[in-house]
């Protein structure tokens, strides 16, 4: 099955009473941006403004959608791509087709301790709560009997976020006395308060940190 058709299967239809399917409010189609990178190759080439995140404009879904690229090219998930592609580049169709709230959740379960593990909460815009619990219409996962497991004990789980170690004072000074030359480097330390970013730093700061080695990453999964 090509990617495009098994994107398109997961538009699943689980019927029910639910409101997921109700009607778009003034609504307008248009092409996905090329710039929009977050959404290339999903499967279908139109979406929605506003979209489910409430974006008005293309050029506010492309700057609010960057932000997600570090965490996509994690592969946290299978699904990742899926889920937040129903969300910045809502399907343009007649009805509101929101994500499944299991999707949201196998989402979430994967993919939160890796923001986490630099600080950053799974954000409230994308709270499964508000997500329909299997009805009406959704995005459904496609990966159900694929998604590898990936066992995470207590201690995983709760594991400080530890970056490599930097080298030691003497290393430095034998590395220094051994080379032929030196040259000196300005440095910058900078120090971020506990609690949350202001909405204009946290894009930068979540793309930066998630832009560092995987050292983090790969001690949130044990291995």
């Excluded at 977050?38 to 008005?56: A, K, S, V, W």
């Excluded at 946290?76 to 087709?97: K, N, Q, T």
């Excluded at 709560?129 to 497991?149: D, E, K, M, T, Y």
Aim: glycine share 6%; charged share 15%; proline share 8%.
């Amino acid at each position: 099955m090509d990617q495009g058709l098994w994107r398109l299967v997961a538009l699943v239809v689980l019927l029910g009473d639910g409101g997921a399917g109700a009607p778009w409010g003034p609504t307008r189609c248009m092409a996905i941006p090329q710039a929009m990178a977050l959404c290339h190759d999903i499967g279908y080439t139109e979406m929605r403004l506003p979209h489910l995140l409430d974006h008005d404009t293309a050029a506010e879904a492309i700057q609010q959608s960057v932000s997600w690229l570090p965490l996509l090219a994690r592969e946290c998930d299978p699904d990742v791509h899926l889920f937040l592609c129903s969300l910045f580049a809502s399907v343009c169709l007649d009805r509101v087709i929101y994500p499944c709230r299991s999707l949201c959740e196998a989402v979430q379960t994967s993919c939160a301790p890796i923001m986490a593990c630099y600080g950053y909460p799974w954000p409230a815009i994308l709270h499964c709560g508000r997500f329909p619990a299997g009805h009406g219409l959704c995005v459904a996962a496609i990966s159900n009997g694929s998604r590898p497991s990936r066992p995470r004990d207590a201690a995983c789980q709760l594991q400080d976020c530890e970056l490599q170690d930097t080298s030691s004072s003497k290393e430095v000074l034998d590395m220094l006395c051994a080379s032929d030359f030196d040259c000196n480097l300005d440095s910058q330390l900078e120090v971020l308060k506990a609690g949350p970013l202001p909405p204009g730093e946290l894009a930068p700061t979540l793309r930066h940190w998630l832009q560092l080695d995987a050292t983090c990453v790969y001690n949130l999964l044990c291995g």
